[in-house]
């Protein structure tokens, strides 16, 4: 696994002017400070507001909304990747399994926009996709290292990380900076929740297909790019 | 306690006409369904929208924002504080305990506007503030009650029930119509977690004014009326 073999979605091609460059990094620059403060239901206007920059650059440059996500939280994506080999490195399953859940928590609630990310999926953002597929494969290894110590609950099913996920999205955006930690008790409340000997049966995980269109439904309303000639 | 004391959030006043109160009553229904369907943050104007009336009428009978989702809501807030009075009923009190969160976590699961309502306090709206509150006296009745059994966890808070609302809006709010039932699971987890002997201590509870303020910050954008003259 080489974590940082494909950071960007961008295809290959002949470098950027350096203009260009500067004002592809300026977006992204105010994206990331959009997104983090105020979830990626941000409009791409008030991005180009952020950026200085008029919203027919934005798009020219990121023709849907999915590309400029993608290119803002790359690095974030490789972080959360790289969460999940840490703890398969760990020597105790149960203890990486734990830090792993406080760890990518604990980047939702650094940033409104990567909490959404990490409940979201992005089909045309590939690099992106193929670096959550990575991360979710390694966290069925993380998964099933930590159940055949017993620690962990035998009913746990991988598709219970997202629903963690969607659970402290929900808090760490009703809170926010008001009470910025009140996700870690959550969190500890449902990492209890985890340990073996489960104290009672659970209903059941939602279909494979179900969580799938859940996480597709979530994507930012105005993903596409307006019709051309809109904007300035 | 009569929980059906105060329904409105409305002083009295004389009778509406019939076909002003038939436009109220027309603007409260597409309001429920808007509400419903968008969680609170669904515009006026998509509710003026959805009643085929001007945003001038909708403004003129509902000056702000917190004015029409009280109206909206306030049958659901009853039907909230009648299900803390049903578990204080319940002969054996973590049963009631588990009931009620079960309940209120599905009433918030049936309507994305409730599932925001739950999380959000409305200074303005002062019924149905009131009605919060007294359901919120109940709970801490409650909670008392279930921790005397030895089956609620001693560090139980009565805040933590606000975030449980807030991490199950999370999961309602993310799966939605594509996997109706994952909540249940999430909440599921939560109770479990509840089950006396903790498994772990917790990270302190958010303080009481710090929670204030997020319930604050959750009031949807748009909770006053616009500058007169604005809108049809």
């Known amino acids: 696994m080489n974590p940082r073999a494909q950071r960007s ?4 091609a002949q470098p950027l002017r350096s203009d260009a460059e500067r004002n592809r990094e300026r977006i992204i620059a105010a994206a990331r400070r959009v997104f983090a403060h105020d ?9 180009a507001r952020e950026a200085g920059v008029g919203i027919a650059t934005i798009f020219r440059r990121f023709p849907t909304k999915e590309e400029l996500v993608a290119a803002v939280f790359a690095d974030r994506m490789d972080a959360y990747a790289d969460a999940v080999a840490v703890a398969l490195d760990d020597p105790d399953p149960w203890h990486g399994f734990v830090g792993y859940i406080e760890t990518a928590c604990a980047m939702q609630a650094a940033d409104y926009g990567f ?6 999926t ?9 670096r959550r597929n990575e991360a979710y494969e390694g966290m069925v290894r993380l998964i099933s290292r930590a159940k055949a110590t017993g620690r962990l609950r035998a009913d746990f099913d991988p598709s219970d990380l997202v ?8 808090v ?3 809170t926010g900076e008001a009470a910025p930690d009140a996700w870690r008790r959550v969190v500890a409340l449902m990492i209890q929740s985890l340990e073996a000997p489960a104290r009672g049966t659970l209903p059941p995980s939602p279909a494979h297909d179900a969580l799938y269109q859940a996480m597709l439904r979530n994507a930012p309303a105005g993903v596409a790019a307006p019709a051309p000639g809109k904007g300035g």
Chains 1, 2 share one sequence.
């Open 115 to 120: 909490a959404d990310v990490l409940t979201t």
């Open 122 to 130: 992005f089909p045309t953002a590939k690099a992106m996709e193929d």
């Open 172 to 174: 760490v955006n009703a």
């Open 163 to 170: 629903l963690i996920h969607m659970a402290n999205a929900g």
């Open 9 to 12: 979605d961008e295809p290959a």
């Open 39 to 47: 979830g990626l239901h941000a409009s791409m206007a008030s991005v």
